[in-house]
């Protein structure tokens, strides 16, 4: 409900994809990359393993979701969630 109320519509399948959107979009994907870069340094290993597992249980959901029940592999995304 809360999700309703609040951000439905924002930048999502029921409005149109305006020029913000886009640059949010562009914005977090460019920020997921670097994080996914900062994993793979290997520098402050506990901090980034953390972070690691955060986006592995939104990557659970994301897959369960869909109808997968496995460890969640591949690159993270924003689909479908766009992060909730």
């Known amino acids: 409900m809360h999700w309703m109320n ?4 924002y930048c999502g399948p029921f409005k149109y994809q305006s020029e913000y959107c886009e640059k ?9 990359g670097w994080m996914e870069e900062q994993m793979g340094k290997g520098e402050d290993p506990e901090y980034w393993h953390q972070v690691r597992l955060a986006l592995l249980q939104l990557k659970g959901l994301e897959d369960s979701y869909n109808g997968r029940l496995d460890f969640p592999r591949g690159r993270f995304t924003l689909s479908p969630f766009g992060f909730l």
């Open 24 to 32: 949010l979009r562009s914005y977090l994907e460019a920020n997921l």
């Open 6 to 9: 609040t951000m439905v519509g």
